[in-house]
């Protein structure tokens, strides 16, 4: 199983210039991927925007969107803006979409909240025309278009991944939790005919040394969940051995990439987290 590290791109008091310097340093360590979350109405960095700037700065990771809100965005934009981070990062985008739960993002953007399963199945299926034909441009380096995962966990997202996507983009949870997810990717795979299996990806967050910090923001960022917030600031990882522990459960249930995701933005935890893995 590979290992990613999430951008703080949503947790609070992170300077543009610390983005940078964080994707330049995680370039360099024991990561196989960048990853970033999707927020509209929130004091955060838009996702593809920060992937590009990480491009320019990275190498060998790949620079993933964990997840962006498809339905939110004009599908043809959503096409050139992924397609030209591919490019700019030879090749390196995981796009991974999901239709998001919140009420507020979709206001804000003045997009309806009611349709958007029905919108972003069609969303799903028009990216691939767009990479494919060629009117857009530029054409993305990965031939037919970005690495696809789509996240959800209902029946119908696993019915989308199955037919438009390459994965699966699990939310979080204790292993127990993705086995159940992947299984039911796995059955969608199988029941559309599609060979091979879809590619699982999976999520944590994490805060090392910084843990009311990190809390604070889960709070926050989930809020409009209500009491289960507290069940998602439960499971932020504050320890190296609660890290190790869920990284070995992952794995054991077939996780083909674990991202970490930092809920405190200082460089620090990205060097704690350093030392965690290695």
């Known amino acids: 199983m590979n290992v990613g590290v999430g951008l703080p791109n949503t947790p609070p008091h992170a300077s543009g210039e610390l983005l940078l310097e964080w994707a330049r340093r995680a370039d360099g360590g024991p990561f196989s991927s960048l990853a970033v979350l999707d927020r509209i109405?929130?004091?955060?960095?838009?996702?593809?925007?920060?992937?590009?700037?990480?491009?320019?700065?990275?190498?060998?990771?790949?620079?993933?969107?964990?997840?962006?809100?498809?339905?939110?965005?004009?599908?043809?934009?959503?096409?050139?803006?992924?397609?030209?981070?591919?490019?700019?990062?030879?090749?390196?985008?995981?796009?991974?979409?999901a239709v998001g739960a919140r009420h507020d993002d979709y206001r804000v953007a003045g997009v309806e909240h009611r349709d958007r399963g029905r919108r972003f199945?069609?969303?799903?299926?028009?990216?691939?025309?767009?990479?494919?034909?060629?009117?857009?441009g530029p054409a993305p380096a990965q031939g037919s278009g970005?690495?696809?995962?789509?996240?959800?966990?209902?029946?119908?997202?696993?019915?989308?991944?199955?037919?438009?996507?390459?994965?699966?983009?699990?939310?979080?949870?204790?292993?127990?939790?993705?086995?159940?997810?992947?299984a039911s990717a796995n059955a969608a795979w199988r029941d559309l005919g599609r060979p091979g299996r879809p590619t699982l990806w999976g999520q944590a967050y994490f805060a090392l040394g910084d843990e009311e910090a990190g809390n604070d923001?889960?709070?926050?960022?989930y809020s409009f969940t209500g009491p289960f917030a507290e069940k998602i600031v439960a499971g932020n990882l504050t320890s190296p051995r609660a890290i190790r522990d869920l990284v070995r459960g992952y794995e054991e249930e077939g996780c083909d990439e674990l991202v970490l995701l930092p809920t405190v933005s200082k460089l620090e935890q990205l060097d704690r987290l350093t030392e965690v893995l290695a």
């Open 41 to 97: 109405a929130y004091d955060s960095y838009e996702p593809l925007a920060t992937l590009a700037a990480a491009a320019a700065l990275t190498r060998g990771v790949r620079l993933a969107t964990m997840i962006a809100i498809g339905p939110l965005r004009n599908t043809a934009l959503l096409a050139k803006e992924a397609a030209t981070v591919d490019r700019f990062s030879a090749g390196r985008l995981t796009l991974g979409l």
């Open 121 to 136: 199945s069609r969303q799903l299926a028009e990216l691939r025309e767009h990479w494919e034909d060629g009117r857009i």
């Open 146 to 182: 970005p690495e696809l995962l789509v996240g959800g966990s209902v029946g119908s997202a696993f019915e989308r991944m199955a037919r438009y996507a390459d994965g699966y983009a699990h939310g979080g949870g204790p292993p127990r939790a993705f086995a159940r997810a992947a």
């Open 217 to 221: 923001y889960l709070r926050d960022y």
